[in-house]
């Protein structure tokens, strides 16, 4: 796994050069990194799947993890934004 993420983030790096959306978008890209290095190291995932599979189940398990985050700060926003009150 070391070695593969090794390889993007070496790519994606080099490729900021010429493409913008990389250039745009690399504090997702390492945040995605770091969040996907955390679960799989820590072993914050359900063992479903077989040895050589870990790597990808947690991949996947920080991705549903992140979707299930992102509806927890929608719904946060929806309770907490601020509304104008009229007399």
């Given amino acids: 796994m070391g070695i593969i993420l090794s390889a993007g983030v070496g790519f994606m790096v080099y490729s900021m050069r010429w ?19 955390g679960v799989y190291f820590s072993g914050s995932y359900p063992n479903i799947i077989a040895a050589p599979w870990n ?22 926003i929806w309770l907490t934004f601020p509304k104008e009150v009229k007399d």
Avoid: P
Avoid at 19 to 37: D, H, R
Avoid at 58 to 74: H, K, N, P, T
């Fill in 55 to 76: 790597t990808v189940w947690a991949g996947i398990w920080a991705s549903l993890m992140a979707i299930f985050g992102v509806c927890l700060g929608v719904f946060n």
């Fill in 19 to 37: 493409a913008k959306v990389f250039q745009e978008g690399s504090l997702a890209f390492f945040n995605g990194i770091t969040m996907c290095l």
